[in-house]
């Protein structure tokens, strides 16, 4: 079944340093990709996505990068700032109109100030 | 543009008592979904909505919860009687089902069962 995992549960990084949050997918057939961020107390806050037609795509100050030849990708943050201490957490769907979501169990982002 | 409003933001309630939790969608938006995240488990589909019709509901735990959506811009989620390991964050998120389609999440209900 699918399943989508974090490679590492938390993440410490000083600030104005970038940050990299990974994500591992198990479902081939995955072709829609989503980050979320998740303050303490929130809802879970979309940040960026992407398709699997594209390797790259950027944002505001945010570039998520798909690999789909080992399934994976990440959520690079550039100049991290004390607000960016979240959960972060990826989600996959399969098929366009599909309105299923797996989501990951998240990696904690702390910035060191 | 207000986003996803959800009400009660924090629930305390005993066991066996009823618990109603309420949601009102992003405007335009016609996919609803009803989410539960726990520690333990992380966020997990509870049911899913297309045009106020309840098209997924297997994720709802037991019968002891039921989901309502009597028009596009307002949704429940009940539960009697509650349970303590009821207690979670419970989240309303909504979308626009077409093509690849994100979720927007709500604040959540912080609900502890006594």
């Known amino acids: 079944g699918e399943s989508v995992g974090l490679h590492l549960p938390t993440l410490s990084v000083q600030e104005g340093d970038n940050s990299i949050i990974n994500c591992a997918y198990s479902?081939?057939?995955?072709?829609?990709f989503i980050w979320y961020k998740q303050e303490s107390g929130k809802g879970p806050q979309f940040i960026i996505d992407?398709?699997?037609?594209?390797d790259k795509r950027q944002g505001q100050r945010v570039t998520v990068l798909l690999n789909k030849t080992v399934k994976h990708l990440s959520l690079q943050i550039a100049a991290t700032q004390p607000g960016d201490s979240a959960v972060y957490f990826c989600?996959?769907?399969?098929?366009?109109?599909?309105?299923?979501?797996?989501f990951g169990k998240g990696t904690k982002l702390s910035v060191i100030p | 543009d207000a986003g996803v409003i959800q009400s009660p933001r924090h629930e305390v309630t005993e066991m066996g008592q009823e618990v109603t939790l309420r949601c009102k969608p992003i405007?335009?938006?016609?996919?609803l979904f009803w989410y539960r995240q726990t520690m333990m488990r992380g966020l997990e589909l509870l049911i899913y909505?297309?045009?106020?019709?309840?098209?997924?509901d297997s994720g709802m735990p037991e019968d002891r919860f039921s989901a309502k959506m009597p028009n596009a811009s307002f949704s429940t989620l009940k539960i009697q009687p509650s349970e303590p390991r009821d207690s979670a964050v419970y989240f309303c998120?909504?979308?626009?089902?077409?093509?690849?389609?994100?979720?927007?999440f709500g604040p959540g209900t912080r609900l502890t069962v006594l």
């Open positions: 989600a996959s769907g399969v098929g366009a109109g599909s309105y299923q979501l797996t």
């Open positions: 479902n081939s057939a995955s072709d829609y």
């Open positions: 992407i398709r699997s037609n594209m």
């Open positions: 405007s335009g938006h016609n996919s």
């Open positions: 909505f297309n045009n106020n019709v309840p098209i997924d």
């Open positions: 998120a909504s979308s626009y089902l077409r093509g690849h389609n994100t979720q927007y």
